[in-house]
């Protein structure tokens, strides 16, 4: 938890340093991601402005790029960092990236294994007699570690598609001259910062089930 918060605020930091430098191109979040869009042959996704902050994400579902306000509206480095990683998971999506898919596939498992899990969780703290009804602790502990090995799974599916999103975006901000040598470098800092999160995530996931599979070979003991 602590290594997660110092990564976050970091992240925050980078954005918040290089969400001050203007591009020299003068080219705005929505205007890179409809360029990236343009020059990979995708014409069937809109760039979307939508609220918060560090909320931008692309929907494959209806194939939309949603940008919130700081990256939509602004032309600075940190801007065009995101938008076109965003592009770059839409690129994914049109050339049908094994990783996402599988991503994709994996998610109506992974949001059923997080609501089980609070209601295990739940029940287990006040008492809802979860133990009488699974027949004893140790089955308990399997379906808790099903359930988070699921989870745990979709963590690591996950960082090989952000990565390589990243990768996509730099090489095309490149490639298209998009951004001088030295706001090439700020993006890609920026972006190494963002993917450094889903890294965490994915290590505090593998020491969370490694915990629930210690405490099952305890409860076993």
Not at 130 to 159: W, Y
Not at 182 to 208: F, G, P, R, W
């Amino acid at each position: 938890m602590i290594i997660g918060f110092l990564v976050q605020q970091r992240l925050k930091s980078k954005f918040k340093k290089y969400g001050k430098v203007g591009l020299q191109n003068g080219l705005t979040g929505k205007e890179i991601a409809e360029k990236m869009l343009h020059d990979n042959g995708i014409t069937d996704v809109r760039v979307l402005h939508t609220s918060g902050r560090l909320t931008d994400h692309y929907n494959p579902k209806d194939k939309t790029v949603n940008l919130s306000e700081d990256v939509y509206q602004s032309n600075s480095v940190a801007a065009a960092a995101v938008a076109a990683h965003e592009c770059g998971h839409a690129v994914q999506h049109a050339t049908a990236y094994s990783w996402l898919k599988l991503r994709s596939a994996m998610v109506p498992i992974v949001s059923f294994s997080s609501q089980v899990l609070g209601f295990l969780f739940m029940a287990m703290l006040f008492g809802f007699g979860v133990f009488n009804l699974f027949g004893s602790i140790e089955t308990v502990f399997l379906i808790v570690i099903a359930l988070q090995a699921a989870i745990t799974v979709f963590t690591l599916v996950t960082l090989p598609v952000e990565y390589d999103a990243s990768n996509r975006a730099l090489a095309w901000l490149e490639r298209e001259n998009m951004t001088s040598p030295q706001e090439h470098n700020m993006a890609k800092d920026a972006l190494n910062s963002a993917a450094n999160t889903y890294l965490v995530a994915a290590l505090a996931s593998i020491t969370q089930l490694a915990w629930y599979i210690m405490m099952f070979l305890g409860a076993r003991d």
